[in-house]
Every structure is written in structure tokens, then in C-alpha cells.
Antibody, heavy 124, light 108 residues
Framework: QVQLQESGPGQVNPSETLSLTCTVS????????WSWIRQPPGKGLESIGY???????NYNPSLQSRVAISVDTSKNQVSLELTSVTAADTAVYYC??????????????????WGKGNMVTVSS | SSELTQDPTVSVALGQTVRITCQGD??????TSWYQQKPGEAPVLVMY???NRPSGIPDRFSGSSSGSIASLTITGAQAEDEADYYC???????????FGGGTKLTVL
């Protein structure tokens, strides 16, 4: 049973960089995509982006200039960095495994395993 | 970029049937997945590929899609089904993932 665990600081100062790590246990990272998703308090889910086990990435256009997601399969870890944070970046940050399948000539996805989340508050 | 629209709140009497909908042009081309989220917990996948249930999800949950609208139906809603439900699909312009705004389901 694959499990994901986010870790990182619970508080970040404005204008600094938010850094989180997701550790994957109970399964291989190979051939999967790994996503970061966040949820501001009382609000809905927002996809940040994903990384393939090879290192290929795709980001939310609204965050692309500030975000970097990387993978280290030797450590079974996925990392998130978000620069120049403001109060609007305060949220619970989740990592999730993104499964892919092809049908009707197109690629489709869903997130089948989620971590418990890491609350990050941006405040001085 | 694509957008997915959900009704903010839906209610259902205990044991009755409820349908939660998600609307967006990208759904004409890409399959929908649905997530259940209870207060203080991480989301849980309850439906993928529009109408496939993951292992462990009760068969009272079903999914369907027609044109730009996808639906999650709960037949015989239980008290434990009270939660927020989010739809998700692929952005039609790129490979980015898009979520609906969520529907808060109340079981009366």
C-alpha cells in the first residue's frame, strides 16, 4: 500500500521560499507522476503542478514563474519550492500520486493516493 | 485555461438519491475524476475515468457524463457521505489539472 507523507516548516516569512518534501513509501516511484495540490483555509483545491519520475515537469500557469517541483527516486522523494510567497500562499499543501491512462486517443489522469497534507502559514 | 463549475451546496434526505454535477467544456474531451473530502482530512478518490470506482468505494457511488456535464450520483445516501466533493479533469489547453470549486453535500 503506497503512502505519501509531506514534511516541511509550518510557517514561512513573506517574500521567502516555501520548501516541502513528500516521501513515498510502500511502492515504487517509477512510471508514475507525482503532484502537488494546495487548499487555502476554507477554500477549494488548486493544482500546483506535477513531476514525472524522469524529472519532466508541468506547472499551473498561474504559479509557473514561482514554482519548481523535483524528484529524487533514490530517496523516494518529491520536492516543492515556491518562491516569493505572500499571505495568499497560506494553505494546506498535499502531494498526490497522479495515475495516467489513455482512451479515445487522449491522455487522462486522476490522483489515486494522497498524503495527509502539510499546513503552511505565510506570516512574519 | 479550462474551468469546471459545481453547485456550492447540495442536500439530500437520508436514504435518497442525489446527483452532484460538474460542468466545463474540457469535459467534452477528457474524463472526470471525483474526490470526497471530510473536514480536516485529505481528499479521497471516489470515481475516476468518469464511471470507475476505486477499490473500497461503496457501489452506491456511480458516475456518468454527457457533453460538457459530468455527474456523481449517490444512490441511497448515508450520513457518512456528508462531505465536500470536488470534480477534476485535464485542462484542454495543456496537461494541467483543473478542479471544480467543490460541492458541500449535506445529508438531512
Amino acid at each position: 500500500q503506497v503512502q505519501l507523507q509531506e514534511s516541511g516548516p509550518g510557517q514561512v516569512n513573506p517574500s521567502e521560499t516555501l520548501s516541502l518534501t513528500c516521501t513515498v513509501s510502500g511502492g515504487s516511484m517509477i512510471a508514475y507522476y507525482w503532484s502537488w495540490i494546495r487548499q487555502p483555509p476554507g477554500k477549494g483545491l488548486e493544482s500546483i503542478g506535477y513531476v514525472y519520475y524522469t524529472g519532466t515537469t508541468n506547472y499551473n500557469p498561474s504559479l509557473q514563474s514561482r514554482v519548481a517541483i523535483s524528484v529524487d527516486t533514490s530517496k523516494n522523494q518529491v520536492s516543492l519550492e515556491l518562491t516569493s510567497v505572500t499571505a495568499a500562499d497560506t494553505a494546506v499543501y498535499y502531494c498526490a500520486r497522479r495515475a495516467y491512462f489513455y482512451a479515445s486517443g487522449r491522455g487522462h489522469h486522476y490522483m489515486d493516493v494522497w498524503g495527509k497534507g502539510n499546513m503552511v502559514t505565510v506570516s512574519s | 485555461s479550462s474551468e469546471l463549475t459545481q453547485d456550492p451546496t447540495v442536500s439530500v434526505a437520508l436514504g435518497q438519491t442525489v446527483r452532484i454535477t460538474c460542468q466545463g467544456d474540457t469535459l467534452r474531451s477528457y474524463y472526470t475524476s471525483w474526490y470526497q473530502q471530510k473536514p480536516g482530512e485529505a481528499p479521497v478518490l471516489v470515481m475516476y475515468g468518469t464511471n470507475n470506482r476505486p477499490s473500497g468505494i461503496p457501489d452506491r457511488f456511480s458516475g456518468s457524463s454527457s457533453g460538457s456535464i459530468a455527474s456523481l450520483t449517490i444512490t441511497g445516501a448515508q450520513a457518512e457521505d456528508e462531505a465536500d466533493y470536488y470534480c477534476n479533469s485535464r485542462d484542454s489547453d495543456n496537461d494541467h489539472s483543473v478542479f471544480g470549486g467543490g460541492t458541500k453535500l449535506t445529508v438531512l
